[in-house]
């Protein structure tokens, strides 16, 4: 199935969820758009519950809800022909191989028995697992059985995938793998995603759109490139004696601007055009060169979460710990 860029994938209309009194899911509205979508929320903002109830694994509350234009409650088993799902805990039987169980998989979905044992080789493939799918997946390291998982979702060629914590338990570098699989999905089959996670910063450089979840309720939904770009400061070096950051960025603070420190430099947010020469006009009262003035673009976590309190910057330029 294609979907049109136009087509919203997702769509929900003031859904809500309510488990024995809890609020799960708070009367969302939302849209979703082709391409790859990050969910993000601590644990318990009510991630896998969407995804659940995307799914007809879970019936909503009240609200309205669609999948790829069909309504989960009237044609769950429509849209599961077209999604895969990729859970966060491990659901791997220890004893089968990769091999056979994604191609179990394939032919669950309804592929005839070829067309799923090709499919099954060529995911495997892509996701890395060519080399060990035949051995058992109960002495799979953590991050080969979420490859495992992911070929599973995709073995079907669906056209929406949700991947559940996909990078849960994985190291640095392994998480790393994942998230480029996860971007290689869209680029290299179409195939349209909604990844969640309790990290906002790990979606940062694979998500086209981040939607934020907080306690069941949209806390925001934007591209990942206007959230990013609308920074507001600037980084700046300079070139003294040790020390000289803090000291600019003490005299930054005493003309009330808003400044703080970041490794060696200062960063100052710049909210008036005439902070820029206050820059200047503070280096040259305490005989700095100014080195570097790099306009920076924010982390997805700075975002969302405040930037370290003046106060922090103060304390350091009185010299105490």
Sequence with gaps: MDVAADQQVVATQGLTKQYAGVTALDELSLEISPGITGVVGVNGAGKSTLIKILLGLLPATSGSVRVLGMD???????????????????????????????LH????????????RERASDVLRHV????????????????????????????????????????????????????????????????????????????????????????????????????????GTVLVEVLGPEGSDRLLGQALLDRGIGAWPVGGDVEVRVDRPEVLDAIRDA???????????????????????????SPALETHAGGHP
Excluded at 105 to 116: E, F
Excluded at 135 to 154: E, F, N, P, V
């Design 283 to 309: 280096a040259v009262d305490l005989d700095l060169g100014l080195v570097r003035l790099q306009e920076r673009r924010h982390t997805l976590d700075e975002v969302f979460l405040p930037p370290p309190s």
């Design 72 to 102: 989960p409650r009237s044609s769950a088993r429509d849209i599961r022909a077209l999604v895969g799902y990729m859970p966060e805990h491990d659901c791997l039987p220890a004893d089968v191989t990769a091999a056979d169980f994604v």
């Design 105 to 116: 998989m394939a032919t669950m979905s309804g592929l005839p028995r070829q067309a799923s």
């Design 128 to 231: 890395g697992l060519d080399e060990e799918r035949h051995r058992a997946m109960g002495g799979y390291s953590t991050g080969m059985k979420q490859r495992a998982k992911l070929a599973q979702a995709l073995v079907h060629d669906p056209a929406l995938v949700f991947l559940d914590e996909p990078t849960s338990g994985l190291d640095p570098r392994a998480r790393d793998d994942m998230l480029d699989l996860i971007a290689r999905v869209h680029t290299d089959f179409g195939i349209s995603v909604v990844v969640t996670s309790h990290l906002l910063g790990e979606l940062e450089r694979t998500a086209d759109r981040i939607v934020v979840l907080d306690s069941g309720r949209l806390l925001r939904a934007s591209s990942t490139s206007d959230l990013t770009q609308t920074t």
